[in-house]
């Protein structure tokens, strides 16, 4: 009798295992199922997102193309260029609105404006340069006040930083701190000289603009 039982106990340890083998299978293949089917949903959505984005950029285009104040514009433009046609040997005629200059010989198409203005749109983009090479050459000024204090010491305790190091920065950032009525009252001669000068430049270019 025990040697039946026994024989039954392994029979069904056997069946036990063969079951949870088979479940495990039968798991993994369903998970694996499952992971190509949202792959293929995913590629199918990034196509479907980059269809969508070509689209808008089509539709742009288009508008863009179509819209009234552009075709204004180029018509603008195209207006805007001086033509000078010949209508005999030592006779020039002036194209419509543009004047001819009593001073000199020929016909006045604006270029010493165009040029001025060119030449005043440089300076000023020298002057805009030099005025950023001043600023990141001097260093950072920081103010200094009880609200700075307190969002500085906020900030801290938010990203979890030690009391100890939270110390420490709270030290170093109060250091390069200054009054905001000093850093007023300091204004560097630096930045007065470039204000002044761009101030000169832009006279100059209106002085021309206006010639």
């Not at 199922?33 to 199918?44: D, L, P, V």
């Not at 002036?94 to 016909?107: D, E, F, L, R, W």
């Not at 009391?163 to 850093?183: I, K, N, S, T, Y």
């Amino acid at each position: 009798m025990s040697e039946e039982l026994d024989d039954i106990g392994q029979q069904t340890a056997a069946i036990m295992k063969t079951m949870l083998q088979l479940a495990t299978l039968v798991a993994l293949r369903t998970r694996e199922r499952g992971q190509k089917e949202a792959e293929a949903r995913a590629k199918i959505t990034e196509a479907r997102l980059k269809e969508a984005r070509e689209l808008q950029i089509r539709e742009a285009r288009d508008n863009k193309s179509k819209d009234p104040r552009n075709l204004e514009l180029a018509r603008l433009v195209e207006r805007a260029v001086p033509t000078v046609e010949k209508a005999a040997p030592g006779v020039e005629k002036i194209a419509p609105g543009v004047q001819k200059s009593g001073g000199s010989k020929g016909v006045s198409l604006y270029k010493d404006r165009y040029l001025s203005q060119a030449d005043t749109a440089h300076t000023a983009m020298a002057t805009t340069a030099t005025t950023a090479a001043t600023a990141a050459s001097q260093p950072l000024m920081r103010y200094d006040s009880t609200e700075r204090r307190m969002a500085i010491a906020a900030h801290l305790a938010r990203i979890g930083v030690a009391p100890e190091l939270a110390a420490v920065r709270m030290l170093v950032e109060v250091g390069q701190g200054q009054a905001l009525e000093d850093a007023v009252r300091a204004k560097p001669d630096a930045q007065r000289a470039v204000g002044t000068r761009a101030r000169e430049i832009e006279a100059r270019g209106l002085e021309r603009v206006r010639q």
